[in-house]
């Protein structure tokens, strides 16, 4: 299973952003999808999740910014940010799992795949 993010890059504060993230090798709609970020020195955080059944859940930060979707047509998943803070600045990476029960969407240990991540600076 390959997960390959993208859409990162170098934005204003206040700007918007959208990343994504396509799976291969598995059958998409079957996985539960999440976002996770990691800035310098600091511990990879939860960010987004979406489950199969489009059940979401967003870090206390980024609800009313942050808008995680899914499109199991294209195999993606979306993270589309709006009135960003240089505090979301971090390497953004996508995770996937079959069995991410909704109680640990929030836990980076639930998934069993993850893209290789995608740079969002916020600059103020």
């Known amino acids: 299973v390959q997960l390959q993010a993208s859409g990162g890059g170098l934005v204003q504060a206040g700007d918007s952003l959208k990343v994504s993230c396509t799976v291969s090798?598995?059958?998409?709609?079957?996985?539960?999808m999440g976002w996770f970020r990691q800035a310098p020195g600091k511990e990879r955080e939860f960010v987004a999740a979406?489950?199969?059944?489009?059940?979401?859940r967003y870090l206390d930060s980024v609800k009313g910014r942050f808008t995680i979707s899914r499109d199991n047509a294209k195999n993606t998943v979306y993270l589309q940010m709006d009135s960003l803070k240089s505090e979301d600045s971090g390497a953004y990476y996508c995770?996937?799992?079959?069995?991410?029960?909704?109680?640990?969407?929030?836990?980076?240990?639930?998934?069993?795949?993850w893209g290789q991540g995608t740079q969002v600076t916020v600059s103020s």
């Open positions: 979406i489950r199969t059944d489009r059940n979401t």
């Open positions: 090798g598995r059958t998409f709609r079957t996985l539960h």
């Open positions: 995770a996937g799992g079959s069995r991410v029960i909704l109680s640990a969407l929030a836990s980076a240990s639930a998934y069993d795949y």
